[in-house]
């Protein structure tokens, strides 16, 4: 992704910046019958794409919610006040720094997100440096920052409402639910509702986005078979085909072992959590595909414009929202909260390492680009936030290594510590 951003802003400052930029508003479509559905190729990727994007991203906030760290409020307690912190501070700096001429409120929500990868991206670079549980802590703190962008995203940044379409999406959401509670563990229903949830939340004035976190919330997390049937299966059919072996008279399986195979193979899809499933299978996607196209596309910006400022408010709020804002709100917040002995620091877990991962907090890339194609409409305001975001990001997370890196890197553990009588 970061090989298609640089790529990007090659390309938009090059003698094909003008293709470039033609090219993302050039209109594709489906039309079939009396169907017909048109948007730009920006629009394809940021709505469309980006809605699978945000499947993985629910998938990833249940799983978190239901068997990971978050699964308990102990557990849960540290990383969410981190993360409150971690939207609030920026948010205020943004909209105290806009309060002046040429101001633009409508930004706040920029400066609040972290990019899981990215983030994640720069700590890898430590190594055994840094313990496990830090990289856990920081993927954590994300997961609820990015349950938080997804709120902002639904209420600050829709349009007006079309509550014929929205309430098109209720019915095809109760018929997901309805799968769910039904015990459908096939993945293919749940992804044509979940095609037709995003037509008609597009069509609501609610970001089309929004669709596949609702989509993910309704993916069943239990599979079909517990272990020990599988593995009763397994023995069972396994059992059979060695049996069958005496009667095989060619390069061919018999019917006998033919079947058993097939068992076996249902059974192995039985096994699986579906919720598991389709997350593995996103994973790839968005990671090699997705994320590189909307980097592509989105960012891009014409330096020689004369559009560009980033001494304006909303290119300084953007910059001190991440680079301050990030790491105040988290550490603040975390370190206040634990002083009033409200919730406990993780176990074994040194103060520099939860400022470590505020730094790393304000590395902000893809959700903030994302979130500054919703607020704003001007293409000066726009390109200036965006460039504003990249050269903060990257600062955020070269200071958040370079702090790291100097520290010594102790045993940290997430469970809260044990009060000592």
Partial sequence: MFGAAVAAMIIANSPWATQYFDAL???????????????????????????????????EIKRELMVGELSSPAKAAFPAVAALGGMIAPALIFLAINQADGGNMKGFGIPMAT???????????????????????????AVIDDLGAILIIAVAYSGNLDWASLGLAALV????????????????????????????????????????VV???????RQKISSKEFVDTCTLELDSFGKSESKRKTMLLTSEQ???????????????????????????????????????????????????????????????????GKPLGIIGLTWLVSKLGWIAKPASCQWQHIIGAGLLGGVGFTMS???????????????????????????????????????????CKLEPEESKH
Avoid: C
């Fill in 115 to 141: 990019d899981i990868a990215f983030a994640l991206g720069f700590l890898m670079l430590l190594g055994n440096r840094v313990p496990l549980a830090l990289k856990v802590f920081l993927m954590s703190l």
């Fill in 258 to 324: 033919q079947d058993a195979v097939q068992n076996i193979g249902v059974a192995y899809e039985q096994i699986q959590n579906p919720l598991l499933r389709l997350e593995h299978a996103l994973h790839p996607i968005s990671a090699f595909f997705i994320m590189p196209v909307f980097a592509l596309a989105n960012a891009g910006v014409a330096l020689g414009g004369g559009e560009i400022n980033l001494v304006q408010p909303v290119a300084l709020g953007v910059m001190a929202g991440l680079l301050i």
């Fill in 173 to 212: 959401t109760g018929g997901l639910m309805m799968l769910n509670v039904s015990g459908v563990k096939k993945l293919t229903p749940y992804m044509i509702l979940g095609l037709l949830l995003w037509y008609f939340v597009l069509q609501s004035g609610i970001h089309a986005t929004i669709a596949g």
């Fill in 25 to 59: 508003h050039i209109e594709a479509g489906i039309l079939v019958g009396d169907f017909h559905l048109e948007l730009s190729f920006a629009e394809w990727i940021n709505d469309g794409l980006m809605a699978l994007f945000f499947l993985l991203v629910g998938l």
């Fill in 215 to 221: 989509l993910a919330l309704t993916i069943p997390v």
């Fill in 369 to 411: 680009i994302f979130i500054t194609g919703l607020a704003f409409t001007d293409f000066g305001l726009i390109d200036s936030a965006k460039l504003a975001i990249v050269l903060t990001s990257l600062m955020a997370g070269l200071i958040g290594v370079f702090y790291l890196w100097r520290q010594p890197a102790p045993t």
